[in-house]
């Protein structure tokens, strides 16, 4: 889940076992269900929803490349759901290396070092 670059605060009390209640526009907004992810990251405390499963964009390749590494039966649908798991903290990651190269504190690419060089096809 990507953040806008506005920001909303709201200062919410903490009971004595340490509950909070997340404000009902947040709540909303951030179409949270029954669970969050709870995130120390330095001095600070991110609160954020669970990471709902990938749409399928990806299903079509997964099981072809498993298929051509010639899994079958239970393998097939174990190892699938092993690599599904996987695509959202990738696609995250890439996310992150995007961002720190756009601020000038990562790596950067050229188009022919991502998609290769016209003149080689």
Same mark, same amino acid.
């Given at each position: 889940? +990507? $953040?806008?670059?506005?920001?909303? +605060?709201?200062?919410?009390?903490?009971? #004595? *076992? +340490?509950?909070? =209640?997340?404000? /009902?526009? %947040? %709540?909303?907004?951030?179409?949270?269900?029954?669970?969050?992810?709870?995130? /120390?990251?330095?001095?600070? /405390?991110?609160?954020?929803?669970?990471? !709902?499963?990938?749409? #399928?964009?990806?299903?079509?390749? &997964? /099981?072809?490349?498993?298929? *051509?590494?010639?899994?079958?039966?239970?393998?097939?649908?174990?190892? %699938?759901?092993? +690599? !599904? *798991?996987? &695509? !959202?903290?990738?696609?995250? *990651?890439?996310?992150?290396?995007?961002?720190?190269?756009?601020? #000038?504190?990562?790596?950067?690419? =050229?188009?022919?070092?991502? $998609?290769?060089?016209?003149?080689?096809?």
């Amino acid at each position: 889940m +990507r $953040f806008e670059n506005t920001m909303e +605060r709201k200062t919410i009390s903490v009971t #004595g *076992k +340490r509950q909070i =209640t997340i404000p /009902l526009k %947040f %709540f909303e907004k951030l179409k949270i269900g029954n669970e969050v992810e709870c995130i /120390l990251h330095g001095d600070e /405390l991110i609160i954020k929803p669970l990471e !709902r499963e990938t749409t #399928g964009e990806f299903d079509e390749y &997964i /099981l072809s490349d498993l298929i *051509k590494e010639g899994y079958v039966g239970e393998a097939l649908v174990d190892e %699938f759901k092993v +690599r !599904r *798991k996987k &695509i !959202r903290p990738a696609v995250e *990651k890439m996310i992150d290396e995007a961002d720190k190269a756009a601020q #000038g504190k990562g790596k950067t690419y =050229t188009l022919d070092e991502v $998609f290769g060089d016209a003149d080689d096809k």
